[in-house]
């Protein structure tokens, strides 16, 4: 069976198993087994391919039937351009979250910073950073020692090992060096919304770095206290947060004494990330 026919027959199944991206799914896969570009499958639609090939297609054409994440079934994921390694031990990197790196690198372009990434996964934001910002360093955390071994290869492959750290770490135990720049995407959603999720996600994804608890804001409080002494003087937080989560987030930040700096806004115009930075107490009485 040629390429074209082979992806129909997949595009096929897939639309019947209501997975709304088919045609895109079918076409990633098969790429990734075949080790070739997307772009040769549609530009060399006749070619033949072998029996091993169709066997393996097969197989994972069943994973993805039974929602399991394009992302896991290859074991990558891109974001800022580059592959990034990921499996079962971490999230899925967003398309969203791109939009708080263009943010961040447009502030300190040009600039000598030391970052902190808490919660790090894949290392997809404090890599993709130091991508951009080549004089930088930083440091990624994660309480799962499975999702560092993961971010240690994407650091790696992407040539970045001499500037990025990865460590295992409870952030209520970490109290290493100062910053001028600490980033978290930490998990945001209510325990109680976790079950309105899509099955790729539910079904799929690490529980631990999706459940904020009773109303999502358990981890980003952690964030916001443990950065208050974390961060240099004039330092910046960006933390992601959760739909109709600014209000409350806000609140929080001026409580432990952050202004806002900045926020980032989503392609449904939904506030996805806040930048602000620590005020000290001198500022606070002028």
């Excluded at 079962?88 to 263009?102: C, D, G, H, M």
């Excluded at 099955?199 to 529980?207: A, L, T, Y």
């Amino acid at each position: 069976m040629n390429l074209e026919n082979t992806i129909k027959e997949a595009t096929k199944k897939l639309k019947n198993n209501n997975i709304t991206s088919h045609v895109l799914d079918a076409q990633i896969i098969l790429a990734d087994i075949m080790g070739i570009k997307r772009e040769f499958l549609i530009t060399n639609d006749k070619i033949s391919i072998s029996e091993d090939v169709r066997e393996k297609y097969n197989i994972a054409i069943d994973r993805r039937i039974n929602n399991e994440p394009v992302a896991y079934i290859i074991g990558k994921k891109e974001f800022w351009s580059e592959n990034f390694f990921t499996n079962k031990s971490t999230l899925v990197p967003r398309p969203e979250t791109e939009l708080l790196i263009y943010k961040i690198v447009d502030i300190f372009k040009n600039k000598r910073i030391n970052i902190l990434d808490i919660g790090t996964g894949t290392g997809c934001i404090l890599l993709s950073l130091l991508k951009e910002l080549n004089n930088s360093k930083g440091t990624g955390i994660d309480i799962s020692s499975k999702a560092i071994r993961i971010a240690k290869m994407n650091s790696k492959n992407l040539n970045l090992i001499n500037r990025a750290k990865f460590k295992t770490f409870d952030l209520n135990r970490y109290n290493c060096d100062k910053y001028d720049l600490i980033v978290s995407n930490p998990p945001y959603i209510p325990s109680k919304d976790i079950k309105k999720l899509s099955k790729d996600i539910i079904n799929f994804e690490p529980r631990n770095a999706l459940d904020g608890g009773f109303d999502g804001l358990d981890l980003i409080k952690k964030v916001i206290y443990k950065s208050k002494n974390l961060l240099k003087r004039n330092g910046l937080l960006a933390i992601e947060i959760g739909f109709n989560q600014y209000r409350r987030v806000s609140e929080i930040l001026k409580y432990y004494n952050f202004r806002e700096y900045s926020k980032v806004i989503d392609y449904n115009r939904n506030i996805r990330c806040i930048i602000s930075t620590k005020v000290n107490f001198f500022n606070l009485k002028n």
